[in-house]
């Protein structure tokens, strides 16, 4: 059986998936089998296996990081928040229902079983698993049914080292404050401490350090400095959420003037933003999240992306006066509008609903960009696969990769529309689907189901050109065949891995693995 080591925060965004990430990597280089375990994620970007199964998508990175494929095993438990007090619960890759926070609390023991039984495979197949806990564990309401962090530990005989993050300050009275509230069972499976985003002179924070290790009796294992020059796929929307307020705007083309102006409209329910990274990383590329109170500029192209509440953010868009503003922009020919799956049914004529599997409004109107209708039924099941489809656009015709998480048909009336994307392949069986998108005549809408359709390297760059030729600039005509993927993501796991090594005690943290009893 593996051995393991627990990475716990003192609270949420502290940095404990980049470290389980980083820890994968430095093992696996290190000549071990590795894989990474969280019982249960709550998040809004997920991925999905080969299988058609839902995890959450810090586990698909770490599980790279380990150079393995993403297996249901990793994330037993996911939770898809679909309002401030409800979730959609996915047990093992599949939905079983939305349940209430009360509900969910009352539900977490039935999981326990599941969740040994996804780590014991894990387990048997590997030398180390990596777990990473959720929030903190010092949050005594949630203690009874736990089922992320000191539980899990204590389960599964799980050492555990405890990450603080100094950036928001406070970084002392939140680990010494996290360990007063724990048990002394708990306590004494805290084996180091690790603080992460360091900004400042290690010769100023050392007698910091060396307090803290007094006042615990713990080791701290590293000081992680704070970095921006790795890319990572975050987790959730708290990051983006963040960045968002600050205004957040990457400019890739620095050197160009006149470049191609991306906007994503920041929904409350946003899913699956990695969508954009690719985007983002383009030379003569600006792409910006459009936060709320915040105005649509002049872009060229507007993004709707995907929601896991598409009629409550269709309701955002039209009371925050964004719904009108992208209707105006794609009818007088200022800007492509394009749709990603929940965003994709919001360009439609009408939303059903009416047996609230997504919401409680049984029908509203769509911002009636496209001539179709989005029903959300029962009896549909959440389509969760790995696809390949072909474009049949007027920029790109060809083969492209992705997948789909959604709820909800969308049928179209006879009328002047085309199918944009036809499903050839879903979780490795060939099919013949025309339900992948569609684009209205001109080309100034288009929507899809496909996920990650701006990974595809040709089709990214074809898209572009066609916004440049568009905006009257020279297209770029690059050979994908001979051009380097925009990010090198294996690349960025070792930059990671190497970061982190240089400014942990790596002897430590096998001591830490191989010291736990059997």
């Not at 716990?8 to 990474?36: M, N």
């Not at 929307?237 to 963040?242: A, G």
């Not at 459009?290 to 953010?313: A, R």
Request: glycine share 10%.
């Amino acid at each position: 059986m593996a051995r393991t080591i627990m990475i716990q925060g003192t609270g949420s965004h502290v940095g404990k998936s980049v470290i389980v990430a980083a820890l994968c990597r430095i093992f696996v280089e290190d000549g071990y089998e590795v894989a990474p375990f969280k019982s249960q994620n709550m998040a809004l970007n997920s991925h999905v296996t080969k299988e058609g199964l839902e995890i959450g998508r810090a586990q698909a990175f770490q599980a790279f990081a380990a150079r393995k494929e993403p297996v249901v095993e990793m994330n037993p438990i996911l939770l898809k928040p679909t309002s401030d007090t409800g979730a959609q619960v996915i047990v093992r890759g599949k939905p079983i229902g939305n349940m209430t926070a009360k509900e969910y609390h009352d539900y977490k023991p039935k999981v326990l079983n599941i969740i040994k039984n996804c780590f014991d495979k894990l387990a048997r197949e590997n030398d180390i698993v990596v777990i990473e806990g959720a929030g903190s564990p010092a949050e005594v309401n949630l203690r009874e049914n736990d089922i992320v962090n000191m539980s899990i530990a204590k389960l599964l005989n799980a050492p555990v080292v405890l990450v603080g993050d100094i950036d928001k300050g406070g970084v002392f009275a939140w680990l010494v404050g996290t360990l007063e509230l724990l048990d002394d069972e708990s306590k004494e499976l805290v084996e180091g401490i690790l603080i992460n985003k360091f900004r400042g002179d290690m010769d100023i924070l050392k007698p910091g350090l060396e307090f803290l290790e007094r006042r615990v009796n713990k080791p701290v294992i590293g000081v992680i400095p704070y970095f921006q020059d790795i890319r990572i796929q975050e987790e959730d929307s708290v990051s983006l959420s963040v960045s968002v307020e600050k205004g957040r705007i990457r400019v890739a083309g620095k050197g160009e003037e006149k470049g191609i102006n991306i906007e994503v409209v920041y929904l409350p329910h946003i899913s699956n933003f990695t969508d954009f990274d690719a985007l983002e990383a383009e030379e003569g590329v600006s792409l910006r999240f459009v936060g709320k109170g915040e105005k649509i500029g002049e872009p060229d192209v507007i993004i709707i992306p995907g929601s896991k509440n598409t009629i409550g953010d269709l309701l955002y868009l039209k009371n925050s006066g964004y719904a009108s503003q992208i209707v105006e922009k794609a009818r007088n020919g200022k800007c492509v509008v394009f749709g990603i799956c929940g965003g994709y049914q919001m360009l439609c004529n009408t939303l059903i609903d009416p047996e609230s599997v997504e919401s409680k409004v049984k029908e509203t109107e769509g911002l009636g960009l496209l001539p179709a209708t989005t029903i959300f039924e029962s009896h549909n099941r959440k389509m969760t696969n790995q696809v390949r489809a072909i474009a049949n656009l007027e920029f790109y015709k060809g083969e492209i990769t992705g997948y789909e998480i959604h709820m909800g048909r969308t049928y179209f009336a006879d009328c002047d529309i085309k199918n944009g994307f036809t499903i050839i392949k879903r979780s490795g069986k060939n099919v013949m689907d025309n339900s992948g998108g569609a684009v209205n005549s001109d080309g100034s809408v288009i929507g899809t189901y496909i996920h990650g359709i701006f990974d595809n390297d040709g089709f990214r760059r074809a898209f572009l050109d066609y916004i440049r030729v568009k905006k009257g600039l020279t297209p770029l005509n690059m050979d994908v065949n001979k051009s380097k993927t925009v990010i090198d993501w294996d690349a960025e796991y070792n930059k990671l891995a190497d970061f982190v090594r240089r400014n942990i005690d790596v002897d430590k943290v096998y001591g830490i693995i191989s010291n736990q009893s059997e």
